[in-house]
């Protein structure tokens, strides 16, 4: 796997705790996310109504959340147009969904917000659809990335057991092995960068096989001061 630091449309990024975690909503970390959890869920699954006209019974699908995938992908191949609050619903919903899964993960022990950024940055661009995007290429996007789904497979087991070593490291010493912390942020990092091929279909450019994130910028020269 490459450990250059590859430039992709995606970036995501988790800062390290440097001090003492909370070892208690650690310990009782699952229990502890069960509230924003169910909120999660509330906003990502679909609810559904029942009528009965006689012998018939209809079911219709009256709301649901998660990201917009199947509707960007019509709009993309039929109209080269990718709906502006349609990319901000996907933005919002996936870093809502990042911190939830950097919670679960012990990467950071602030209860994740609904709105706020918080230590979890999760940013890609607005695609312009009609120059960034192939219109036929959202069709077989998911399929594409297949490769990627058997690496995610063994990566996200070997995430778990890291994050199982981190508890106990956690309870005992109060502190994330940083090194742990990085590869499970660098899992976290590859399947987004997957998703937001495949899924949030923000860009036509495959997903690197590596778990590095960009490389930090150059610092800005101080400005004169000015008397």
Known sequence: MSQAAPDYPLQFDVEYPDRNLNRLTTAFRIFVAIPILIVLSAISGASWSTSDFGDTQTNTAAAAGGILFFPTLLMIVFRQKYPRWWFDWNLQFSRFSARVTT???????EYPSTDEEQAVRLDFEYPNAQTDLNRWLPLVKWLLAVPHYFVLIFLGLAAF???VVAWFAILFTGRYPRGL??????VERWGWRVAAYAFLLITDKYPPFS?????????????????
């Open 103 to 109: 919670y679960l993960a012990l990467l950071r022990d």
């Open 211 to 227: 778990l590095a994130g960009a490389a930090p910028s150059a610092p800005a020269a101080p400005e004169p001061t000015a008397f």
């Open 181 to 186: 912390f990085n590869f499970v942020v660098g």
């Open 161 to 163: 057991i890291c994050v």
